[in-house]
């Protein structure tokens, strides 16, 4: 079984950083694309970024290029999201997402921006 | 970027009716491999999203088959042939053919009437 937790978020001040992980499991990591996604409370959901399975392709929305870098280690099956520069906007339970295909989703982590 | 219109936006349905969703892409979601990347979601109450369908028509393992997917080009359906109570939640549409960005529908919040 598929198993994918979001760790790292938290509340932390405009202007500072945060690095979110995903542990996966229940599956070859190192076989799978990743993405993140993210979501307000009560809204939509809004993909972040994208990394190919050997980190080859690495992709991100416009309104995080430029201050957030994603990353992975599939020695140790994980994935990251390096979150500098936050904002109030950048406020939401962020997703780490299997595949392309978006075919399983963690529980997510939330993040809050505020001072 | 490529917009994807849900329609509607909430959709009360009474117990054992049929549902169907609309989704529209302001450009056709076939890509050069002939494929159309196009799948369909369910979030319920306090829960993380779940992939129904994928590329348009494919059906997930453990996806009731009374959920269906259909359409081609810009314009897509997601039909639920008869609405039970655990069907509760926001379902979105999702296109991957023309990324970056991977984008998202607006989500059709389904409530029992």
């Known amino acids: 079984e598929v198993h994918l937790v979001e760790s790292g978020g938290g509340l932390v001040q405009p202007g500072r950083f945060l690095r979110l992980s995903c542990a996966a499991s229940?599956?070859?990591?190192?076989?799978?694309?990743m993405h993140w996604v993210r979501q307000v409370p009560g809204k939509g959901l809004e993909w972040v970024s994208g990394i190919g399975r050997n980190s080859d392709s690495i992709v991100y929305a416009d309104s995080v290029k430029g201050r957030f870098t994603i990353s992975r280690d599939n020695a140790k099956n994980s994935l990251y999201l390096q979150m500098n520069s936050l904002r109030a906007e950048d406020t939401a339970l962020y997703y780490c997402?299997?595949?392309?295909?978006?075919?399983?989703w963690g529980q997510g982590t939330l993040v809050t921006v505020s001072s | 970027d490529v917009v994807m219109t849900q329609s509607p936006l909430s959709l009360p349905v009474t117990l054992g009716q049929p549902a169907s969703i609309s989704c529209r892409s302001s450009q056709s979601l076939e890509y050069s491999d002939g494929n159309t990347y196009l799948n369909w979601f369910q979030q319920r109450p306090g829960q993380s999203p779940r992939r129904l369908i994928y590329k348009v028509s494919n059906r997930d393992s453990g996806v009731p088959d009374r959920f269906s997917g259909s359409g081609s080009g810009t314009d897509f359906t997601l039909k639920i042939s008869r609405v039970e109570a655990e069907d509760v939640g926001v379902y979105y549409c999702?296109?991957?053919?023309?990324?970056?960005?991977?984008?998202f529908g607006q989500g059709t919040r389904l409530e029992i009437k």
């Open positions: 997402v299997k595949g392309d295909w978006f075919d399983d």
């Open positions: 999702m296109q991957g053919t023309h990324w970056p960005p991977i984008t």
């Open positions: 229940g599956f070859t990591f190192d076989d799978y694309a």
